[in-house]
């Protein structure tokens, strides 16, 4: 069972997602599909439906929308007491094509003016929220809204590590966000903002090009856009971030080779600093053998879903070292692209019976 409780803090949004792999231009004028979605909200959903127990901060407006959005996480399990009510934001929109074969998922936000974007830091509660938690968790998401969202993300973790949490951060560059100071580039204010919020994590979380975007560390021989991933060459990036940010102790990174928007190779690293140790998932005769997911469904959050495993698994005593970690979240992010909509509906057995190699998909009777 999972011990303390998490608390992240980040914005929810509506997520409207085009029907059947449809581009925009085919699915539009037409109907849309509407759920709800966010990466801090993503990993509090899924610790939840892990079995553990998590509280979610965010901002949404005095609206029939707000309300129903607080419902949908509260279905998972959510504890959302100290999301504060806007009189006069706005639900934040982020618009979805998802793509097949060789051409790209494609995504449009709108969220100029979303609650979040406007509520400055003192409007939370953030130590009560905390009160009773255990680990805190933010990404790089919320703090490129606006000045407001970063100034409230920056001063969550300062309180969060002096409290005594466990604080995460997933890098989470997005390049058509950080557009709140126009005078300066939107990848150097990413690199600025988030320098100031990381000697204050414990636990960084990116994918296989957070790093060199947001922190100029890049792994060599290694080229996303082809899909040339040398996962070999991750640990030293790892060891790169620790030196920069020496309160660091673990960073996790997930490995997605896209040979095209329908197949992925999928995994994961998680290193230790104070061991020097690297591990891989998922494994095969002892050796790094990537998912091959052949079908995609959907890959949006799938990276949340990582951060949740290293949470939840990083917070229960049966998993008792670094591999069953990150074995455990590996195998939990595969789960999720195999599942529409943002959030990962994944239960522990499940994972667990990805984990034992029961990856064959055949039905259960």
């Not at 993503?42 to 939840?48: E, H, I, P, W």
């Not at 618009?95 to 939370?124: C, W």
């Not at 100031?196 to 560390?217: R, T």
């Not at 104070?274 to 799938?302: H, K, M, S, W």
């Amino acid at each position: 069972m999972m011990q303390g409780r998490l608390v992240s803090f980040g914005e929810i949004m509506g997520r409207m997602a085009t029907p059947g792999f449809r581009p925009f231009r085919q699915a539009l004028p037409g109907k849309l599909e509407v759920s709800f979605a966010g990466a801090e909200a993503n990993v509090a959903a899924s610790v939840c439906n892990l079995g553990g127990s998590a509280r979610f901060v965010a901002s949404l407006p005095t609206n029939l929308l707000g309300d129903v959005c607080l419902s949908s996480l509260r279905h998972f399990g959510v504890n959302t007491d100290f999301v504060v009510r806007h009189p006069e934001g706005r639900l934040g929109l982020y618009f979805l094509e998802l793509g097949a074969n060789q051409r790209p998922s494609n995504v449009v936000y709108d969220r100029d003016g979303s609650s979040i974007s406007m509520t400055p830091s003192k409007n939370y509660n953030w130590s009560e929220a905390m009160r009773d938690a255990s680990w805190f968790h933010v990404t790089g998401i919320t703090p490129a809204i606006s000045a407001l969202a970063a100034e409230a993300a920056r001063e969550a973790v300062q309180l969060a590590k002096q409290l005594g949490l466990t604080v995460s951060c997933d890098l989470n560059y997005r390049k058509k966000l950080w557009r709140w100071k126009p005078e300066v580039e939107p990848i150097q204010l990413a690199q600025q903002t988030m320098r100031e919020i990381l000697p204050h994590v414990d636990v960084v979380i990116a994918n296989e090009e957070d790093s060199a975007d947001v922190l100029g560390i890049h792994a060599a021989d290694t080229d996303v856009d082809s899909g040339a991933v040398s996962a070999t060459k991750y640990p030293a990036v790892a060891r790169e971030i620790i030196r920069q940010f020496p309160n660091v102790s673990r960073v996790g990174i997930t490995l997605r080779e896209s040979l095209s928007a329908s197949h992925n190779r999928w995994g994961a690293m998680l290193y230790d600093g104070p061991t020097d140790q690297a591990c891989f998932a998922p494994l095969r005769d002892g050796e790094y053998r990537p998912y091959e997911i052949t079908n995609i469904v959907d890959r949006v959050g799938a990276g949340d879903s990582f951060a949740a495993g290293v949470i939840f698994a990083s917070s229960t005593p049966e998993f008792e070292d670094l591999q069953a970690i990150v074995s455990f979240a590996t195998a939990s992010s595969c789960l999720a692209h195999s599942i529409p909509g943002d959030m990962n509906y994944s239960t522990r057995a499940e994972v667990e019976a990805l984990m034992r190699g029961s990856g064959s998909g055949r039905v259960n009777r």
